[in-house]
């Protein structure tokens, strides 16, 4: 069973950034697509990116477009969400979550196409 450990939320004024990363465990990181979801309070939870499993394809709902990078180092087991000029609405707890689907070509972006998920860390953004 895969394990997904989030680091690196906190508290940040808006306009700030922070960089969120994900380790996985397990030796079959390199084949499955990874997303990130958030989720906050009252709110169902989201697709905020999602990457393919060999980073050729890339996903980013549109209120994160040009704010927002998702990369992987498939060598670290490693997967990162860059997030530049944050806004208060950024705030939520972020999820790492891996595909449950092998190589999918396409990034999944929906919650139901992912079976792993990490704890989830807290991002703030005061305004």
């Known amino acids: 069973q895969v394990q997904l450990v989030e680091s690196g939320g906190g508290f940040v004024q808006a306009g700030g950034f922070l960089r969120l990363s994900c380790v996985a465990s397990?030796?079959?990181?390199?084949?499955?697509?990874m997303g990130w979801f958030r989720q906050a309070p009252g709110t169902e939870r989201e697709v905020v990116a999602a990457i393919s499993w060999n980073g050729g394809r890339t996903y980013y709902a549109d209120s994160v477009k040009g704010r927002f990078t998702v990369s992987r180092d498939n060598a670290k087991n490693t997967v990162y969400l860059q997030m530049n000029s944050l806004k208060p609405e950024d705030t939520a707890v972020y999820y790492c979550?891996?595909?449950?689907?092998?190589?999918?070509?396409?990034?999944?972006?929906?919650?139901?196409?992912?079976?792993?998920w990490g704890q989830g860390t807290q991002v703030t953004v005061s305004s």
């Open positions: 397990g030796r079959t990181f390199s084949t499955y697509g």
């Open positions: 979550a891996r595909d449950g689907l092998s190589r999918r070509v396409v990034p999944g972006t929906k919650y139901d196409e992912y079976d792993a």
